[in-house]
């Protein structure tokens, strides 16, 4: 089955503690992309990558990092974790299609106290 | 800048028909997509259009004017599962996904 997975789904942590958020796509694709939700502010892109080995900065890039040492795989680092992370956070990847549609993954919460 | 705009909340009768609008300005244009997310969930596609014009997909319809950088989302005989947040996103130039804020639509009974 064609899918997105992220680990954990849900998570809570302390300011400070280092954590990451795994993202697994078994489609193949060569673009995949993190955002985060907030209440008022919808879906704000955190990073993508075009290919392995090519990452740029979304519109929210402060206090995240990722990599993309191999196509099926990006994980989102947060180095130290702080309060105004909490949010809803997706991982997404994209064919190459004409429509190019974002399959997204089923979203991990995440609380930093 | 780039913009997307599309109204916060509308609420809808179960069996009627509701229009969802979607304006945007953005640096180019490579297509606009609708998504539907129900609280707590991952998005999921519903249509994508790059020509002008209705595109028709069983009780849903999308719809595109380039030129007035505007599109729709109808939803026709509505059913209570369709009470979700419907997302407008475009495809810029650059090939980056812009989303909007969404619409939340409520059905009632």
């Known amino acids: 089955e064609a899918q997105v997975t992220q680990n954990p789904r849900y998570l809570i942590t302390v300011t400070g503690k280092k954590l990451t958020v795994t993202c697994s796509q078994n489609?193949?694709?060569?673009?995949m992309s993190w955002y985060r939700q907030d209440p008022g502010l919808g879906l704000r892109q955190i990073y993508y990558?075009?290919?392995?080995?090519?990452?740029d900065k979304g519109d929210v890039p402060e206090g995240y990092k990722v990599s993309r040492k191999e196509k099926r795989n990006f994980p989102l680092i947060l180095e130290s974790p702080s309060p105004n992370q909490t949010s809803l956070y997706f991982c997404?990847?994209?064919?190459?299609?004409?429509?190019?549609?974002?399959?997204f993954g089923e979203g991990s919460r995440l609380t930093v106290l | 800048g780039q913009n997307i705009d599309q109204p916060t909340e509308m609420t809808a009768t179960e069996g009627a028909i509701v229009q969802i609008n979607c304006t945007y300005q953005?640096?180019?244009?490579?297509?606009l997509f609708w998504y539907q997310q129900h609280a707590g969930e991952a998005p999921t596609f519903l249509s994508y259009?790059?020509?002008?014009g209705l595109e028709e997909k069983g009780r849903f319809s999308s719809f595109l004017s380039r030129s007035k950088g505007y599109s729709y989302l109808l939803l026709k005989e509505l059913q209570m599962k369709d009470s979700a947040s419907y997302l407008c996103?475009?495809?810029?130039?650059?090939?980056?996904?812009?989303f909007g804020k969404g619409t939340r639509l409520h059905i009632l009974p």
């Open positions: 997404a990847s994209r064919g190459a299609g004409a429509g190019g549609e974002l399959f």
């Open positions: 489609m193949n694709h060569e673009y």
């Open positions: 990558s075009m290919n392995v080995e090519v990452t």
């Open positions: 953005t640096s180019g244009f490579n297509g």
């Open positions: 259009n790059v020509l002008d």
């Open positions: 996103a475009v495809r810029d130039r650059d090939d980056k996904i812009i």
